[in-house]
């Protein structure tokens, strides 16, 4: 099944400030605390943990074939892959490459 987008939902704009905080907190939680060091910021420091949350997450969908990155690009945003497949080519070009799952 297709998954919502929030922005295709107008009343969720309506909402107050602190109701956005708290379902984008439960929104994107569990996929950010995957990571070593954001699950050490929700276990020591919930407010800071809800502000990662609400103002520094955002939900992207990529197409099929759509290149997130490529070599010598400078990283600007940290991805976590909740549905599908990415696939990691090591170098420019190479067919190899190591496909990545949700939760990777």
């Known amino acids: 099944p297709e998954k919502l987008h ?3 939902v107008p009343a969720l704009q309506r909402l107050p400030l602190a109701v956005k905080k708290q379902i984008k907190e439960e ?4 996929q950010v605390t995957t990571h070593p060091l954001f699950m050490h910021i929700s276990s020591q420091d919930g407010d800071l943990h ?3 949350c609400s ?4 939900e992207e969908r990529i197409s099929i074939g759509e290149e ?3 070599v010598g690009m ?6 976590f892959i909740t549905g599908g497949e990415l696939r990691y080519t090591f170098m420019y070009g190479a067919d190899e490459g ?6 990777e």
């Open 6 to 8: 929030a922005s295709a």
């Open 27 to 30: 929104i994107f939680g569990p």
């Open 50 to 52: 809800r502000n990662l």
């Open 55 to 58: 103002r520094a997450m955002e």
């Open 68 to 70: 997130v990155f490529h």
């Open 74 to 79: 400078q990283a600007e945003y940290m991805y």
């Open 98 to 103: 190591a496909p990545l799952f949700e939760g």
